[in-house]
């Protein structure tokens, strides 16, 4: 952060500054590429870079240009995977978000989870097709492979973000 720049807590800077929303609007399309909601992208771009540790569902609504229905659903969509959580904020009667502390070792984590789906579907499928079909077990053999690769990439990965796991 900036010299003479502090991260307000719930109050003020940039949160419809063109290059937050931006930089939002960047994030959204990159989940919307992964097959994920764009809007739950949106909100954790703003989230990530709008300069405050914690944001009402209120101020989500009105930066984002979002519907009360669609922030509610993104905000459930991000505690779900464990990039956002509840905190408390000045007015008791309304929601503020916050992303966890390290939302890229949860990304990590997740994306663990997919790849650990894929081994088991690999050698089940390698298992299955053994006597069915060669080249399916072959082809079952090289999906194997590459997710044990990906697995040992992601656990290097997280055990270098965060050591104590």
Not at 70 to 82: D, E, F, K, P, Y
Not at 113 to 126: D, K, S
Request: charged share 25%; with cysteine; hydrophobic share 40%.
């Amino acid at each position: 952060m900036p010299p003479g720049q502090r991260n307000h807590p719930i109050g003020p800077p940039g949160g419809t500054d063109p290059t937050v929303i931006r930089l939002v609007d960047q994030i959204g399309s990159l989940w919307a590429q992964h097959g994920r909601p764009r809007q739950v992208g949106r909100v954790l771009g703003y989230l990530l870079f709008c300069g405050r540790s914690a944001v009402s569902s209120d101020e989500l609504k009105e930066a984002l240009r979002a519907s009360a229905g669609g922030v509610s659903a993104a905000v459930r969509n991000l505690m779900s995977i464990g990039y956002v959580h509840a905190v408390a904020g000045p007015e008791r009667r309304k929601n503020y978000h916050a992303v966890v502390d390290d939302p890229w070792t949860v990304q990590l984590r997740d994306a663990r989870t997919h790849v650990l789906a894929w081994v088991a579907t690999a050698e089940t499928a390698r298992d299955q097709l053994a006597d069915v079909s060669a080249d399916g077990a072959r082809r079952a053999e090289q999906l194997l492979a590459h997710a044990r690769l990906m697995d040992v990439l992601y656990l290097v990965s997280i055990d270098r973000r965060d050591p104590e796991r």
